[in-house]
Nanobody, 119 residues
């Protein structure tokens, strides 16, 4: 089983920055993909940024050029968020496609962290 623990959310003014962290722990055999999704009230959960196979990145259109995803060697992924806008306000969820041993990958989610951007 793989656990994801997020940190770094909070309240920030428009134009400010925040850095989210997500640490994966447990029986980790391999992580194929790790990234961030977000869900605002009344909206569907959508892609923010994802890191695939340690090097390929994919960003949601609304965050390109402002957010940067990175990962260290200890199964922790980061989301640096700059030039934040009120519309970035949402619960941010860490996601990983991982496996705890030989076999198939499973999809894991963190508990979510609130990001609120005031105007």
């Amino acid at each position: 089983q793989v656990q994801l623990v997020e940190s770094g959310g909070g309240l920030v003014q428009a134009g400010g920055s925040l850095r989210l962290s997500c640490a994966a722990s447990g029986s980790i055999f391999s992580i194929n993909r790790m990234g961030w999704y977000r869900q605002a009230p009344g909206k569907q959960r959508g892609l923010v940024a994802v890191l695939i196979s340690g090097s390929l990145t994919n960003y949601g259109d609304s965050v390109k050029g402002r957010f940067t995803i990175s990962r260290d060697n200890a199964n922790t992924v980061y989301l640096q968020m700059n030039s934040l806008k009120p519309e970035d306000t949402a619960v941010y969820y860490c996601n990983a496609l991982a496996k705890g041993g030989p076999g198939t990958y499973s999809n894991y989610w963190g508990q979510g962290t609130q990001v609120t951007v005031s105007s």
